[in-house]
Nanobody, 115 residues
Framework: QVQLVESGGGLVQPGGSLRLSCAAS????????MGWYRQAPGKQRELVAG???????DYADSVKGRFTISRDNAKNTVYLQMNSLKPEDTAVYYC?????????WGQGTQVTVSS
């Protein structure tokens, strides 16, 4: 098993920045790909950014050029740097790691973009 804990969410004005962190209870990100997802009220959870063990990265079209995913294997932590935030980025953000047939989710961190 692994526990994932997200942090770094909050209230920010449009155009602002936040950095989310996802800390794992053990070393997993070196061995398994992971993703950042978000879920806005009334909407389905969607993949925002993903990173493979080899370092390949993919982003949702809506965040390309604004969000950056990175990984610190020594700290068992994955980050999501979010710049030029928009009101439509408002959501609960979750990190996820798939270990064989089991998916693990964090508890989520709220991001609110509003003036």
């Amino acid at each position: 098993q692994v526990q994932l804990v997200e942090s770094g969410g909050g209230l920010v004005q449009p155009g602002g920045s936040l950095r989310l962190s996802c800390a794992a209870s053990r070393s997993v990100f070196s061995y398994y790909g992971m993703g950042w997802y978000r879920q806005a009220p009334g909407k389905q959870r969607e993949l925002v950014a993903g990173i493979t063990t080899g370092g390949s990265i993919d982003y949702a079209d809506s965040v390309k050029g604004r969000f950056t995913i990175s990984r610190d294997n020594a700290k068992n932590t994955v980050y999501l740097q979010m710049n030029s935030l928009k009101p439509e980025d408002t959501a609960v953000y979750y990190c996820h790691v798939q270990i064989t047939s089991t998916g693990y989710w964090g508890q989520g961190t709220q991001v609110t973009v509003s003036s």
